[in-house]
Structure formats: C-alpha cells, structure tokens
C-alpha cells in the first residue's frame, strides 16, 4: 500500500517540482569525497568502473548505488548518499554503467534502462569481494528501473538483504510520452543532447583505434541527425545496439512495471506525485506490488529531487530517509 508515514516537506520556495528536479543538478555544492576506482570486468569484455566509499572493514554494511540516465558517480545524489552512509559507518560502492566514467565503453552496446545482466555481475563480484558485509542496493530513476527488474527476475536469489529505488520510470513507454510534453520537453532536449554526444564520442573512439567492425555497428544505425524524442532515440538507436527487435520491444522488456510482482526483497519505493518524468497512471497499485514492497508517494519532489530546509541551508530528505530505512527497515 501506498505510505506517507516520512512526509516530505519541500523547502520554502521550492515547491515546483522543476525547481526540485533542478536544484541538485544545477545549484547544489558537491561533498568532497576520497574514492577508489575498480574497474571491474565483464563477461562479454566490457567494462565498468566502480568507486568505492567508506569502511574497508570485510564485515561493514555495504551499499550498491546506482545512477540515472546521463549520470555518473560524480552525480550529487550518488554522493550525497555516499557521503550521508559513510557518516554511519557505512561503506559503499557507485557503480557507472558502460560509458559513463569518462571513457567510452568498449563494445558497439550501450547501458540501457533494462541492462539487468550488468546488475547480477556487479552483485556476484561484491559478494566474493566482501562475503561477510551484508549487501543492500538503491537505485535512482534508470538505476531504480533496472534495481526492481532484477529484483523481479530474481526473486528469492537477489542476493541483496534489502534495495531502494527513488523516482523509478516504472513504464518506459509512459515515460517516453510524458517528457516530451510541456515544460519537460526542456528535459527531454537535454537528454538527447547527452545520449547523441554519448554515441558520437564511442563512434571517434572506435575510428581513432581502427576497431572497424565495432564502428560499423554504430554506422548501421543510419544518420542520427532527426532524433528528438525518447521513441526517436530509442528505436534508432537502444533498441538495435542492445538486441531488441523494436522501441516497443524495448520498452516492454524493460520496464520494472511487468516485474514487480516477483520481488521477494525488502524493498522501499520513494516517489512524487508531482515528477515530470512520470505520469501518475504509471505509478503501480497496491495490488501490483510485493508484500515487501513499500511505495512512499508524496506530494512534492520532482524527480530525484526531495530538497527541504530552506533556500539558505537546504536539506537533502533522500539522504536522511534511505539510511534511516535501510538500518531500522522502517
């Protein structure tokens, strides 16, 4: 069932919800962080770079954190978070998915919204590093998607004791309309720019290093010039590079929606109703979800955004709220 038992209360002056989805992104004052980088290795022989934070005890309680569409583990909500779990004595590791430290990835494929199979190694490799730390996963917008359909097709074998996932696009075709309507279009034209700058940058990369065949698997895509929307993108471009017959396809695989109902980790949910990436008939019923899920809604957020306090000094709620669930479960 819905749940309001942590209501948000956003700071005075930023109750629109763009003002919330903006501020982090746009205003807030990066924590300054001491990580280490492991770049892990993957099966197919891509890779991916994860940034470690906090207690290097074997036993210490440890954290999987997952970034969004166009974001990294220098997003200010990955550190934020990474920084408020360390205050617990936490540890925790941020994961960028293929493309997204910096350095393109290796092969033609991208990180996608249902790259679930990347997930699952991450977790097999954290568990053999740190067999005895008990192993929990949060997960924002892309990232959340992604956490809740592995939790979905995993069942009772997610190996997480417990996972978190903040303004998830629980219906990708939804969402894919709703952000090219109204203000969110701005969104929508940010986007584009970063997922096109995205495959320009892999497409020099593989030229300048004579990997031919991977570059023809990008040339195969046609000219990208007329992208404007998620549909556009998405059936030019994810939909082919990731094995999927269409944008349709696509969406349908992997939209956490169809996956819910298999979860069997504790899982707590935080939404707002008033995201402008989400419609409000995408958000699932009470009857849609797992026993061990709980669906925060609350009135006010944006998306990834739940900034309270005030403009002077302003509080972050996701960062308070997600160690407070994850230690107490409630």
């Not at 350095?103 to 990347?118: C, I, K």
């Not at 419609?279 to 309270?308: N, Y």
């Amino acid at each position: 069932m819905p749940s309001t038992s942590a209501p948000f209360r956003p700071a005075v002056g930023l109750s629109n919800p763009h003002l919330q989805t903006l501020w982090g992104p746009l205003w807030r004052k990066l924590p300054a962080l001491q990580r280490n980088r492991e770049r892990l290795w993957l099966a197919d022989g891509d890779f991916l770079d994860l940034d470690w934070h906090g207690p290097h005890q074997p036993d210490a309680p440890l954290v999987l954190v997952l970034h969004g569409l166009t974001g990294s583990s220098h997003s200010p909500y990955v550190k934020g978070l990474q920084q408020a779990l360390q205050h617990r004595g936490w540890a925790s590791v941020a994961v960028n998915w293929r493309g997204c430290s910096g350095e393109p990835n290796l092969l033609a494929r991208s990180y996608h919204s249902g790259a679930s199979e990347d997930l699952a190694e991450i977790i097999t490799h954290l568990r053999a590093q740190r067999p005895l730390a008990p192993l929990y996963a949060v997960g924002y917008s892309l990232g959340g998607n992604v956490l809740l359909k592995y939790l979905g097709e995993t069942g009772v074998a997610s190996r997480l004791e417990a996972a978190v996932a903040v303004s998830v696009p629980f219906r990708l075709d939804h969402c894919a309309d709703r952000i090219g309507q109204g203000f969110s279009k701005v969104y929508q034209a940010h986007f584009m720019r970063e997922m096109l700058a995205y495959v320009q940058l892999k497409q020099r990369h593989f030229n300048d290093n004579g990997q031919h065949e991977r570059l023809e698997a990008l040339t195969r895509l046609g000219p990208l010039t007329r992208l404007r929307t998620f549909w556009d993108f998405d059936g030019k471009v994810t939909a082919p590079l990731n094995g999927f017959r269409d944008v349709h396809d696509y969406y349908r695989r992997s939209s956490s929606h169809f996956f819910l109902g298999q979860n069997r980790t504790p899982t707590l949910i935080i939404h707002s109703s008033d995201d402008p990436f989400v419609a409000r008939h995408s958000l699932p019923t009470a009857r849609e979800l797992a026993p061990q899920t709980r669906l925060e809604l609350h009135s006010h957020g944006g998306h990834v955004g739940f900034v309270d306090g005030s403009l002077r000094n302003p509080g972050y709620y996701l960062e308070r709220r997600i160690p407070r669930w994850l230690v107490e479960g409630q």
